[in-house]
């Protein structure tokens, strides 16, 4: 078979052993790329282990800008004899598998449609290296050497790049650079290098991608940034993968950002809690106190915050929350992606809730969603919550650049402060509903020394907060809360609307990481003829927009990564759907973020043959239609 | 019982430093059973508070769930308060602390509230030694449930039903030793002449001040057979007397030398305490445990300041944080601006 052309456009996949060190091969890798202006986005598929199980790397390159997951893959790196079996069935016709040729290759490892790539990895760090760690961490540097031959890879990037990995530590410099070139030199001597798969620097790229400004961050950074911006205080959290590097890059930053020049005294207080309650617990403590606080977490920490997130939103005291999802439920796979805590989320708590959720699909938007939400826990004194995934949060995606206006300002919300009250001459009720807007005065402790002084509490309580069991007043309360879900709606970021060319009745609905393929899936599909509008969600409650979206399309697709449609189940709850059928629910939930292929299949199956291919039989009907 | 407060304040009732009266600091009525011993505990607060001169406002409440959790109500109605959820004070307050640490904490909370559901935010609570004053109505028994065994309950004890506990009982005052809170003490709902100076030494502390106060519950565990009854504890406690003397105040009660010992609080104030034993060194966490263990094995429960650690770092001390209140910081110092977010973004291409 002939191999694959393609240039600026496939599939590259590293099978590595996990704590060898090859994760920062694979970013350099991939970060050379994007220097190279192609766009690239890469994916760490990786074990909820420390040491020697198998783990991924996927980049995809596109040309177009397509930063969701392609499926499939064209070149396929295997550093792992563990995972040599299904990396092999793994790999498209006409693709290239490149691996460790030491030794030669068992015979059930041969297929007829790929190509081979042997690179003598091992010989050459035995050959070059004594230590036993330094023939394990060069091993990944130098196939990433020859890989820059292999594809084209511009070699002063990769220079470039080293030196910027070992700033401080220059004399790794040399040895590094050396190891690049052991692998270049390999390749070039004995492959016509470029492959027919390759990269070329100034083809035609991003036609999606309006400038080549663009950034390479990952969300967790990006939510952490945005919640220094917002002027955050307080950061209590519990470890828990894939939310730990949130407070990690907070606790960055705020170090670089947040010392005290006089003293060296930190303005800001990071504290790991000893669970997930009790972080929770300290960021209500400190909002009810008047410090911008929060935390992040994923979904078993949500279910143990439930109870937190339900006095907050009865007694009104803001909180922000940034929950970066996992595959559940409980433990489930805690280094896989899914967007399964929507309905946990939305209604967590017992008793009659409702949570404003975010849904930010890019990390500009894990920055921009942050410095929101402290806006709206504040204006709307209630639990904010980030709804992230570890896709986002934990991969680097090339992103439009941040950007924060200097004219804008924080909205510290209805806060009561020691001139107001002294002028006050009514009698302050903290559950007084003065504007109609549903949302009450607030004022912090210490505020006044006489005025303003009120007992916060998670039992009913009528309007001067006094404790009460009387019906009316319960219902009252509650009634207002209510109307400041109302409220929110007008103040919750807006659904964007892409309509397709023709006029058409199919819709389809999606948000965060699911953004990217479904696109793309989209316009696969309307090359085809079939012609869909899209409405990404970006927040919850859902406004008018939504409802419109859903009063204008016949049928609509609900792409989501989880197994029973949760938004789907969230938008017929709270939309005025008028029949349920007409939400069509696209799922995918093993754990990888699902491919635009994946969703172009299930929706094509769906109008062509009146009904969505169950994920059990899904996987060889997507390599089918590719 | 009446429902309604009087008003009515005497002309002459005594003022503080601040010109304000003990009435002041009080709190709304008190809807627990008459007789309780919260509501004792409640008046020793307010007289504590009144007598140190501490503005109302300056004071932030908080407590879990449960009858002691309700008392907040009762005293200090000019201060913030926080009825939490059950067992999750600790966690409130510590957030409420690094928010505002010039606030004066004053956590309430009952066995059942510290010893079971909220056993985990107590010990941690108290082992990053947060600022703050956490005292436990200890009744041993669940109140607002109806009367069942708490885990301080005392193995022997028999309860409403009939029936003996055989559990060992958690000892929240040694637990607070054990895992680092630096001021402990225990004290009796019925002894206003040792709780009032306690809190007010409590009070007076930097870094987690536990008071273990048993306060029996009149209507579910005050019967024979009950080792939180009024009667009980009276026969087996055993008191160290303490003084507390305010910064600037000559000092004027006098006890037998050997057995009194004199501490300087952290804020220059003065705790003279008569002790039980003269071996017992309340600066020494171990000889604080062994004289609790010595009067234990006695078929005793010692009351009075049990241990102190007048100089020990408070959260924010081991976090560094700064001086001013975190929560006055002003927008302007907080957020770094748009050109910080350009050597950001150069970074990230």
């Known amino acids: ?626 | 019982m009446t429902y309604i407060k009087p008003a009515f304040r005497h002309p002459k009732a005594p003022v503080n430093d601040l010109g304000w009266t003990r009435q002041d600091y009080e709190g709304g009525l008190s809807t627990l059973c008459a007789g309780c011993g919260h509501d004792s505990i409640s008046a020793a607060i307010v007289d504590a508070c009144f007598q140190l001169n501490i503005e109302p406002h300056r004071v932030a409440k908080l407590s879990g769930i449960g009858c002691s959790s309700k008392t907040p109500a009762y005293f200090l109605s000019g201060s913030h308060s926080f009825n939490s959820v059950h067992g999750r004070m600790p966690s409130v307050a510590t957030g409420a602390n690094l928010a505002n640490r010039d606030l004066i904490y004053i956590g309430v909370s009952g066995d059942g509230d510290t010893a079971s559901i909220g056993l985990g935010q107590f010990a941690h609570g108290a082992r990053r030694n947060l600022n703050m004053t956490y005292i436990v109505e200890n009744n041993g028994c669940y109140g607002l449930t109806k009367g069942q065994d708490s885990a301080t309950m005392d193995t022997g004890s028999v309860n409403k039903k009939g029936d003996r506990n055989l559990s060992t009982p958690m000892d929240v005052a040694r637990l607070a030793i054990e895992v680092g809170a630096t001021f402990v003490g225990r004290s009796f709902s019925g002894d206003k002449e040792q709780l009032v100076p306690l809190i007010k030494a409590a009070l007076s502390h930097r870094g987690f001040a536990l008071l273990d106060v048993i306060s029996p519950c009149v209507t579910f565990n005050n019967h024979a057979g009950s080792y939180k009854s009024y009667e009980y504890f009276r026969s087996v406690k055993e008191v160290m007397p303490l003084d507390f003397v305010p910064v600037r105040e000559e000092i004027t009660a006098s006890y037998a030398s050997g057995t009194t010992c004199e501490v300087r609080m952290h804020d220059g104030s003065m705790v003279r305490l008569h002790k039980q034993d003269s071996d017992h060194d309340i600066e020494d966490r171990q000889s604080a445990l062994q004289a609790i263990a010595h009067h234990e094995s006695q078929g005793k429960v010692l009351t009075g300041l049990l241990y102190i650690d007048r100089d020990s770092e408070e959260l924010h001390d081991q976090l560094g944080t700064a001086r001013r209140p975190l929560n006055t910081l002003t927008e302007q110092e907080l957020c770094p601006g748009s050109k910080f977010l350009d050597s950001i973004n150069a970074g990230l291409r």
């Open chain 1, 1 to 626: 078979m002939q191999p694959k052309q393609a240039i600026n456009d496939f599939v590259i996949k590293f099978a590595n052993v996990n704590g060898t060190g090859s994760a920062s091969a694979n970013g350099m890798f991939a970060k050379a790329i994007f220097r190279m202006g192609i766009p690239v986005s890469p994916r760490n598929i990786f074990p909820s282990n420390i040491q020697g199980m198998p783990t991924w790397y996927e980049v995809r390159v596109s040309q177009d800008g397509y930063l969701g997951r392609r499926g499939g893959t064209d070149i396929m790196v295997c550093v792992n004899p563990q995972s040599m079996a299904q990396d092999v069935a793994g790999l498209e016709p006409g693709g290239y598998f490149v691996y460790d040729n030491t030794k030669p290759l068992e015979p059930r490892f041969l297929r007829d449609d790929i190509h081979y790539i042997g690179l003598p990895l091992t010989e050459i760090c035995l050959r070059e290296y004594t230590d036993a760690r330094q023939r394990l961490l060069f091993k990944n540097v130098i196939y990433v050497g020859a890989l820059a031959a292999l594809l084209n890879i511009d070699f002063t990037i990769l220079k470039d790049l080293v030196s910027d990995q070992f700033k401080g530590k220059e004399r790794l410099i040399t040895p590094n650079i050396y190891a690049l070139e052991l692998g270049y030199q390999h390749a070039q001597a004995n492959f016509s290098c470029p492959l027919s798969i390759h990269l070329e620097r100034g083809h035609k790229v991003a036609k999606h991608i309006e400038d080549f400004d663009n950034i390479l961050m990952d969300g967790n950074t990006a939510a952490a940034l945005g919640a220094v911006y917002a002027g955050a205080t307080v950061a209590a959290w519990y470890p828990i993968t894939p939310s730990t590097s949130v407070v990690d890059a907070f606790d960055t930053y705020c170090r670089r950002l947040r010392i005290d020049p006089g003293t060296g005294k930190k303005n800001y207080a990071i504290v790991q809690a000893e669970d997930e309650l009790s972080a929770m617990g300290m960021v209500i403590g400190a909002n009810w106190n008047g410090a911008r606080a929060f935390t992040a977490t994923s979904g078993p920490g949500v279910s143990l915050m439930s109870e937190f997130l339900g006095l907050a939103y009865f007694a009104e005291v803001p909180a922000v929350l940034i929950d970066v999802q996992r595959a559940g439920p409980s433990t489930g796979m805690p280094t896989r992606t899914q967007q399964s805590d929507i309905l946990a989320a939305a209604y967590a708590s017992h008793g009659d809730t409702k949570h404003v959720l975010l849904f930010p699909a890019t990390p500009a938007e894990c920055f921009s969603m942050t410095v929101e939400a402290f806006d709206l826990a504040e204006r709307l004194q209630t639990p904010i919550i980030i709804m992230s995934d570890l896709d986002l949060g934990m991969n680097e995606w090339m992103s439009p650049p941040l950007e924060f206006d200097d004219s804008y300002r924080y909205d510290r919300g209805k806060v009561l402060d020691a001139d107001a009250l002294e002028a006050m001459t009514e009698r302050f009720g903290r559950y007084l509903d003065v504007d109609g807007d549903g949302i009450p005065y607030r004022t912090y402790p210490g505020a006044h020394p006489s005025k303003g002084a009120y007992f916060t509490r998670g039992t009913s309580r009528d309007e001067y907060a006094a404790y009460t069991e009387d019906g009316q007043a319960y219902v009252r309360n509650m009634d207002r809360l209510l109307k400041k879900f109302e409220t929110a709606k007008q103040l919750v970021p807006e659904p964007k609307l892409k309509e397709a060319e023709m006029e058409t009745r199919n819709g389809a609905v999606f948000f965060g990481t699911t953004a990217s393929p479904a696109y793309e899936a989209i316009e696969i599909l309307e090359k085809e003829g079939i012609c869909i509008d899209t409405l990404r969600i970006r927040s919850f409650p859902f406004n008018e927009d939504v409802e419109q979206f859903i009063r204008e399309h016949d049928r609509i697709f609900v792409i989501e990564q989880n197994r029973d449609g949760q938004m789907r189940r969230l938008l017929l709850n709270e939309t005025s759907v008028p029949v349920k059928d007409r939400l069509i629910p696209i799922l995918e939930y093993d754990g990888l973020p699902v491919t635009a292929r994946k969703i172009a299949g299930m929706i094509r199956n769906f109008i062509t043959l009146g009904n969505v291919t169950p994920i059990t039989r899904r996987a060889q009907a997507e390599e089918i239609s590719a």
